[in-house]
Nanobody, 124 residues
């Protein structure tokens, strides 16, 4: 079983900063992309940042210049540093990982998994 666990969410004032972390564990053969997506009050899902195994990054227009994603390939962790937070950033943030994983002792296959999320609330 592959598991992703996020941490670091909480309450922060507008203009403040917050850092999120995510650790992947379990039957991992290879991790390709890792990243973060979020969902606010509505059902729409937004991918805010992703990072490939070579370190190349991609950001949503809504967070460019404010968020920074990083990873540690040896530890299978990914981090998201969020600066200049706005109330519109309030959402449940989920970590995801794409790679070759196995579940229940089965063969390794290309999969995408994500965690339960950590809540970020930006409010005064």
């Amino acid at each position: 079983q592959v598991e992703l666990v996020e941490s670091g969410g909480g309450l922060v004032q507008p203009g403040g900063s917050l850092s999120l972390s995510c650790a992947a564990s379990g039957s991992i053969f290879r991790v390709d992309d890792m990243g973060w997506w979020r969902r606010g009050p509505g059902p729409e899902r937004e991918v805010v940042a992703s990072i490939a195994s070579d370190g190349s990054t991609t950001y949503a227009d809504s967070v460019k210049g404010r968020f920074s994603i990083s990873r540690d390939n040896a530890k299978n962790t990914v981090h998201l540093k969020m600066n200049s937070l706005d109330p519109e950033d309030t959402a449940l943030y989920h970590c995801y990982a794409r790679g070759e994983f196995s579940e229940g002792g089965g063969h390794y296959r290309l999969r995408e998994v994500w965690g339960q999320g950590t809540l970020v609330t930006v409010s005064s």
